[in-house]
């Protein structure tokens, strides 16, 4: 019997689908890469079928049985992954977890949410939004993005300052492992019980299991927003202020400097007339008088660092244009030799402007290329960089864009930064993860040969 035939006698036949323009459509996510093969009309990456759960003994079935036959599984939230961490790298079965979209029980006393993994990133907020709380977890893909992707790459928000990542967040989880068995944690505020095995599956971008669902820290809807503008004369002042705010124990939620080209970029994209310097917005949201508290010191901080106040406008104007920027990749992408993407990478204070320094002067040979720091903590902080370029023909674009990645990485790694602060590894970065782990990816690969051992689990992603 083939293939779908069988997974439609294991979950019926609404749940499978072989047609071409679902296998063409789930031969990719975000990663550019795979933007450039579908381009130039190469779908490199088909899977052999998709499958929709309809609810956990579908999950546990469908493990069963591609563990009995050694199919790879590819765990599918929403596809806006953008390292491949989607995409059937080695055929098998898509495993879209759509279907698994409730919210499952909201706690008021102890403040949690259980939702399914499956579950839209906005619609979930929404559902929040209406009974009085926030997740507080804002990434820019969060129309087009699912719970079980921010928990299996460790997504940010943008608002992470104030509500910390993804992995701040969560408090317990449920996930199916290869062999169908489904293990949950339990939810306490912490505890002293060895090793978190929640843990194992954050940030695993399904190389262990399925994640099915979990509890998350909620917030009350905040009383007050308090937010300005400001230029700032260059990034060693921007990032001086930065580090202060931090280190003075505020909380800002949105804090982010622009260098110069993102500044005009991003003053263009507000709708704000150019002006000379760099912009930083910085915001706090919250209680009323805590609110008050903290921005009037954190906007002190900026002052006091020569920054000059663009007002409150600029930061109401920062709020309601802050998406718009990430969703104008596709459309640039679409040009045959065009270059378009992102690289996040996070060092502690002390090696942050050494490795901005590093990063840029190789992405300056790509391109234009901007940066902008944001998610900070009293250690360091992110750097978000953004390369716009042009591959020199359409056959090359692959071979520009890898070389330019691997003196970026190996950047990274010489200047002490982390490879990823949170889009994750997918199977482009997988060699520079060993890089990064040094021995301890060897450990990494006996974990995954001990919960996997038959390889199942999402091949080839993560470099396992
Ligand atoms: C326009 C745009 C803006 C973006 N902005 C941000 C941002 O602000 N912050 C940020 O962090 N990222 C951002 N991203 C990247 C992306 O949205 C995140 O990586 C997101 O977490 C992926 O979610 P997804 O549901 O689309 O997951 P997918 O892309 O479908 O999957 C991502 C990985 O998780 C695995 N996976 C998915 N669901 C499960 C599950 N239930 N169990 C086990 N494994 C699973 C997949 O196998 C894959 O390895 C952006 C992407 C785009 C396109």
């Known amino acids: 019997m083939k293939l779908h035939e069988e997974l439609k006698n294991i979950l019926g036949p609404d749940s499978v689908s072989v047609s071409s323009v679902d296998l063409i459509t789930y031969s990719r996510d975000n990663l550019p890469l795979t933007i450039f093969r579908q381009r130039q009309a190469k ?9 929709w759960p309809n609810n956990y003994d579908d999950v546990t079935k469908i493990l069963k049985f591609a563990n009995e036959k050694k199919v790879p599984i590819v765990p599918y939230g929403a596809g806006s992954g953008v390292c491949g961490g989607a995409v059937p790298l080695k055929g098998g079965i898509i495993v879209d977890l759509k279907r698994l979209d409730k919210i499952i029980a909201v706690n008021d006393k102890s403040l949690l949410v259980a939702a399914q993994a499956g579950i839209n990133g906005q619609i979930l907020e929404d559902k929040l939004n209406a009974k009085g709380y926030t997740l507080g977890h804002f990434p820019a893909s969060i129309y087009c993005s699912t719970l079980g992707g921010w928990l299996s790459t460790k997504a940010a928000g943008q608002l992470s300052t104030r509500y910390g990542k993804i992995e701040d967040m969560v408090v317990a989880l449920t996930a199916v492992l290869p062999t169908g068995e489904i293990i949950s944690t339990k939810a306490v505020p912490r505890t002293s019980t060895g090793p978190t095995l929640m843990h194992l599956f954050v940030g695993a971008e399904g190389t262990l299991g399925i994640i099915l669902d979990a509890v998350l820290r909620i917030w009350p809807l905040p009383e007050q927003r308090e937010t300005k503008g400001f230029l700032f004369n260059d990034v060693k002042s921007g990032l001086e202020a930065i580090r202060l705010i931090m280190r003075k124990g505020l909380r800002p939620a949105v804090i982010r400097l622009y260098d110069e080209k993102d500044t005009a970029l991003a003053m263009g994209s507000l709708g704000l007339k150019t002006e000379k310097g ?37 930061g109401e104007f920062w709020w309601k244009h802050r998406y718009d920027i990430s969703y104008k ?15 996040e990478v996070a060092a502690t204070w002390d090696n942050l402007n050494n490795l901005y320094e590093g990063v840029k002067a190789v992405l300056d040979n790509y391109g234009y290329a901007m940066a902008h720091f944001s998610h900070a903590y009293p250690e360091g902080a992110c750097i978000y960089f953004t390369i716009l370029g042009e591959a020199p023909s359409e056959d090359e674009a692959e071979g520009f864009y890898k070389k330019m990645w691997d003196e970026v990485m190996q950047t990274v790694i010489n ?50």
Do not use: R
């Open 43 to 51: 779908a490199a990456y088909l899977p052999d079928a998709i499958v």
């Open 278 to 314: 760099l912009l930083l917005v910085l915001g706090f949201v919250g209680n009323k008088s805590i609110v008050e508290t903290e921005s009037k010191e954190g906007f002190k901080i900026c002052v006091e660092h020569d920054a000059k106040e663009l007002g409150k406008d600029a």
């Open 329 to 343: 990749q596709a459309e640039i992408l679409s040009e045959e030799t065009a270059i378009l993407d992102t690289i």
């Open 415 to 464: 200047d002490g930064g982390t490879i990823s602060h949170h889009h994750g590894i997918g199977f482009f970065k997988g060699e520079w993860l060993k890089k990064e782990l040094g021995n301890g990816f060897d450990l990494l690969k006996k974990i995954k040969g001990a919960v996997d051992p038959n390889g199942i689990m999402n091949p080839g992603k993560m470099g396992l």
